[in-house]
């Protein structure tokens, strides 16, 4: 079993709301991911980092931001969520170039 | 650029047949390729991967897959498909020339063994 953890599991929430999604790995990995994923649709990497306060964007747009202030943790933070943030968000880390991504559970937001 | 494509939104099999799920990508440098599945609900879990060497990599739960520089394919199989098979799977690539640790993922392709 992978150590990455994401919270809330499911989140239901009105717009306007500021949301934060929880990720938490224990593996010491440097490289951190976040992908947006509609159900059962493809994954879009939508925020990377490479080590601590390295953070970039990926190939999909997104309003979310994120911070990498400890190893461990990644954060993904939306300020004012709306219906179109409405998705699953999965959290992954990897070791090295060569290695696999281990995925968290995933955050299914619905927005209202 | 990196791009992986899977040609099959869902592939058909019957148990115990033996199953493929096809994947070519395109990249600029050299590939790294994976191939991962997902369960309802779940995240992803990872199966194998192709990194140097040879060819036919295997993986968990008695898949493998076979890297094909020439039709820069890497098609996922198992020789005898079970029920519990029936999930999502992803092909994924990382340049290991340019694209960093950016890992991109194929759109996926629903499998369903039936008994």
């Known amino acids: 079993e992978a150590d990455i953890y994401q919270t809330p599991r499911y989140l239901v929430i009105g717009t306007g709301k500021k949301i934060t999604l929880e990720c938490s790995q224990t593996?010491?990995?440097?490289?951190m991911y976040w992908y947006q994923q509609d159900p059962g649709m493809e994954l879009h990497l939508i925020h990377y980092?490479?080590?601590?306060?390295?953070?970039e964007k990926g190939d999909l747009s997104s309003e979310s931001t994120v911070s990498r202030i400890r190893t461990e943790h990644f954060p993904l933070t939306l300020e004012s969520a709306r219906p179109s943030h409405t998705s699953q968000y999965l959290c992954?880390?990897?070791?090295?170039?060569?290695?696999?991504?281990?995925f968290g559970e995933g955050s299914r937001l619905t927005v209202l | 650029a990196q791009s992986v494509a899977q040609p099959e939104d869902q592939v058909n099999v019957a148990e115990g047949n033996p199953l493929t799920v096809k994947c070519t990508y395109s990249v600029s440098g050299n590939p790294y390729l994976f191939w991962y599945v997902q369960y309802p609900n779940r995240g992803l879990q990872f199966l194998l991967k192709?990194?140097?060497?040879?060819?036919l990599v295997k993986g968990s739960y008695g898949f493998e897959a076979e890297f094909n520089k020439s039709q820069t394919s890497f098609h996922l199989k198992k020789p005898s498909a079970l029920v519990s098979d029936s999930a999502l799977y992803f092909c994924a690539v990382r340049d290991r020339d340019t694209g960093g640790f950016k890992t991109i993922f194929g759109a996926g392709t629903r499998l369903f063994v039936k008994a």
């Open positions: 992954a880390s990897s070791e090295s170039n060569t290695g696999e991504l281990f």
């Open positions: 593996m010491g990995h440097d490289k």
């Open positions: 192709y990194i140097t060497g040879d060819n």
């Open positions: 980092s490479y080590g601590v306060n390295s953070t």
